[in-house]
Each structure stands twice: as C-alpha cells, then as structure tokens.
Nanobody
Framework: QVQLAESGGGLVQAGASLRLSCAAS????????MGWFRQAPGKEREFVAS????????HHADSVKGRFTISRDIDKNTVYLQMNSLKPEDTADYFC?????????????????WGQGTQVTVSS
C-alpha cells in the first residue's frame, strides 16, 4: 500500500525558506505523478506543483513560480518542495499526493494517495 509522509513544515518569517520532504513507500512510482497541494483555513485545496517521477517534468502554480521548486530523488523515493521568499499568504497545510501520470496534474481528483500534511506558517 502506498504511503506518503511529509515533513519539513514550521513557523518562519516572511522572506525565509523551507524545504518540504515527502517520503514515498509501498509502491513502484515510475509511472506516477507526484504533487504538492496546500489548503489554508476556510479555503479549498490548491495545486502548488507536480513532477512526473519518470523524466522529472514539472509544473508549478503561477502563484509560486520563481519561488518554489519541486524535485525528486529517485534513489530515496522522496519528493521535495523547496520554498523560497515565503509570504504570509503561503501559510497553509501542505499535502503530498501521488497518482498515475495524468494530464490533469493540477486537480486533486487526479491523485489517488495523500499524505497527512505538514503545516507551514509564515509570519509578517
């Protein structure tokens, strides 16, 4: 059974950086797409970034382009989200997700497996 475990969240000041990690286990991920989503209180879950496990093709939401970067380490079965120049509006719970590679990379419905989430709080 596929399991995803996020780590790396925390409380930081605006302008700081954080790196989130998502350790994946229980499956063969070569045909998967991995995604990061976030959800702020009272808001819907929002796409942040995705990466195809095979080939490493990435997509980033416009709101994070130039500040966030998704990557993966095949040997460690881990996906990362490097977040730089953090803003208060980036405050949210961040979730890692995995699903069969799909054109609908920005839709939560395209992902079959989810982690428990890690909280990121950015103070002004």
């Amino acid at each position: 059974q596929v399991q995803l475990a996020e780590s790396g969240g925390g409380l930081v000041q605006a302008g700081a950086s954080l790196r989130l990690s998502c350790a994946a286990s229980g499956g063969t991920f070569s045909s998967y797409r991995m995604g990061w989503f976030r959800q702020a209180p009272g808001k819907e879950r929002e796409f942040v970034a995705s990466i195809r496990w095979s080939g490493g093709f990435t997509h980033h939401a416009d709101s994070v382009k130039g500040r966030f970067t998704i990557s993966r380490d095949i040997d460690k079965n881990t996906v990362y989200l490097q977040m730089n120049s953090l803003k208060p509006e980036d405050t949210a719970d961040y979730f890692c997700a995995a699903g069969r590679a799909s054109a609908y990379y920005s839709s939560p419905g395209a992902y079959d497996y989810w982690g428990q989430g890690t909280q990121v709080t950015v103070s002004s």
